[in-house]
């Protein structure tokens, strides 16, 4: 616990004046990389809706539903997206991902920068589609545990926009990046 003392330190010593008890509400677009097979991931671009809540000057929490597009190529035989026993070729994929999740995390201001980190966990969807058919792969209700850094710029008392990194820690392939518009309403 290297980091603990001086990570402690950061948040006690940052400014706590934007970031009071209250409701956020945002809005984001992401690039990703989605697994939708043991052998295939797609990249795409998704939006999220998120609601969080604010407790106190450091903590928040909130639920949060991100929907996007996936589009890719397999090389593998006649469009399929895991092993198969014919001639690889070049074949079109496409599919959408749908996410639904609970976040917990902590945040600091200095200035007029805000810098927060979360866990969130939840369930992620995915279907897709290729020249095997409709809804061939893709991984159904698959259990999603994330990390995410983000950093927010104050543009008023109320509105915040921000840069997103995000990494799924139970399937690895699935990573975003993002920009993050916010509304914030205190008490």
């Known amino acids: 616990m290297r980091f603990g003392p001086p990570l402690l330190l950061l948040v006690v010593a940052s400014s706590s004046a934007q970031a009071d008890n209250g409701l956020s509400l945002e809005l984001g677009y992401l690039r990703n990389r989605v697994a939708v097979t043991d052998h295939t991931a797609l990249g795409g671009e998704a939006v999220r809706f998120t609601i969080k809540v604010s407790n106190g000057a450091f903590f928040h929490w909130g639920a949060e539903a991100e929907e996007g597009r996936l589009s890719g ?20 994929i496409e ?7 609970v976040l917990a995390g902590a945040h600091t201001t200095f200035g007029r920068v805000m810098f927060s980190s979360d866990l969130a966990a939840g369930v992620r969807d995915t279907w ?14 698959a259990p999603l545990v994330e990390l995410r850094g983000r950093a927010d710029v104050w543009l008023s008392s109320t509105t915040t926009i921000g840069a997103v990194a995000t990494a799924d820690m139970l399937e690895r392939r699935d990573v975003s990046v993002g920009l ?7 008490r």
Do not use: C
Not at 73 to 92: E, F, I, M, W
Not at 95 to 101: E, P
Not at 128 to 141: F, L, W
């Open 128 to 141: 897709v589609s290729s020249d095997e058919g409709d809804d061939v792969a893709g991984r159904k209700k």
């Open 95 to 101: 599919g959408n991902t749908l996410g639904l999740k």
């Open 180 to 186: 993050v518009f916010a509304l914030h309403f205190t």
């Open 73 to 92: 190529v397999t090389t593998l035989a006649g469009g399929a997206v895991a092993r198969s026993t014919g001639q690889p070729r070049p074949s079109p």
